[in-house]
């Protein structure tokens, strides 16, 4: 019968309980679990990167994260330039198994992700996750506030990884603490035509200000007259601080009157991408040993490598979790001879 149903109507017709429309869905539950992510969200930093890729997915070119911490509370803001969402279904969206990605699942290095789980996920994870702007066509603003004591981060949240190139020109983080830094920074390695800026409310509203005021006359000039402007241009609109601070606080930034006659005056500079921040000081050429070559010439392909060692670092969390102990680094993978060598390096957390 199912094959009859699949065979009249289409497969995908099997995988949802309720169309909800433009284009977003309800999975049932099989096809939810059909699309398990690889991990939880365990941490803080988790989180970073389940609204970085509901961003890409959603067509995202920039993406805007601040990040501060106020006593215990770590507040993040995610504003995005990609095809927001429809005001009708701003509240759905944080249901269990609800999803844009009904035929387009995307499996990457952090697992699967078009379940319809992410959203759903942080809201139990989190004191606060909201939709504070939207609209189909115009991007979209969240704001989340996450209790550190209930869902652990990394102690050490301002260091910067170190970027290294491999043999064959690829970019990756190869030092540093695994906080939210070292998160954006992977994501945006491997995203280099997707522009993530990372910084302070009031460095990030200086940027979307800045950003705002390259594109806002081309968008007039490439659309409707009367369509609106996307919310990640709107700073730029603001010639009055006071409005200014009102601007922000419709994306979920909140800053001072002081503070927006800084961004205003130029005080506050704006901020250059994650990817060109990693990599404008970077040498072009290394000529690091290739641990994966043995003396007969035999070689583990890249991407199996480092599936392998992403394995092998999902299987020390749960170690990492009961003995209170994190990585310093990746998983280092050698191969000699017959020999294949995991190196890990750990600090107690407390």
Not at 158 to 174: A, F
Not at 284 to 306: A, F, P, S, Y
Not at 314 to 326: Q, V
Request: net charge negative; aromatic share 6%; glycine share 6%.
């Amino acid at each position: 019968m199912l094959d009859f149903v699949a065979g009249v109507t289409g497969s995908d017709v099997l995988q949802v309980e309720e169309d909800l429309g433009a284009g977003f869905v309800r999975l049932n539950t099989a096809e939810a679990e059909r699309r398990q992510a690889r991990h939880d969200i365990r941490h803080v930093e988790d989180i970073i990167i389940e609204m970085l890729r509901n961003s890409r997915d959603a067509g995202a070119r920039h993406i805007f994260v601040s990040s501060t911490k106020v006593d215990k509370l770590r507040l993040l803001n995610i504003i995005d330039d990609g095809e927001g969402v429809p005001d009708r279904l701003a509240n759905r969206i944080f249901e269990a198994r609800v999803t844009s990605k009904l035929t387009s699942i995307l499996e990457d290095e952090w697992g699967v992700h078009g379940r319809g789980m992410a959203l759903y996920s942080i809201t139990q994870n989190t004191s606060k996750l909201a939709l504070c702007a939207s609209g189909t066509g115009l991007g979209a603003a969240f704001s989340l506030e996450v209790d550190t004591d209930e869902l652990k981060e990394r102690a050490d949240q301002s260091t910067w990884p170190k970027i290294e190139r491999d043999d064959e020109g690829g970019l990756h983080c190869v030092s540093g603490p695994k906080n939210l830094l070292r998160h954006i920074s992977e994501f945006a390695l491997m995203h280099p035509k997707l522009k993530v800026y990372v910084g302070s409310p009031n460095e990030i509203l200086a940027t979307l200000k800045a950003h705002g005021e390259e594109r806002i006359n081309v968008h007039r000039n490439d659309s409707d007259t009367q369509a609106e402007i996307p919310h990640c241009l709107r700073p730029a609109e603001v010639d009055d601080p006071a409005l200014l601070v009102d601007c922000a606080r419709n994306l979920g930034l909140e800053l001072s009157t002081r503070s927006a006659y800084r961004i205003d005056s130029g005080e506050i500079a704006a901020l250059s991408d994650v990817y060109t921040s990693l990599t404008k000081n970077l040498p072009k050429e290394t000529h690091d040993v290739d641990l994966t070559q043995d003396m007969r010439g035999l070689k583990i392909e890249k991407q199996d490598l480092n599936s392998f060692a992403g394995e092998v670092e999902r299987a020390f969390d749960a170690l990492a979790e009961k003995y209170y102990i994190s990585c310093n680094d990746d998983p280092k993978v050698s191969i000699k001879k017959n020999t294949i060598t995991i190196k890990l390096n750990f600090e107690k957390e407390y």
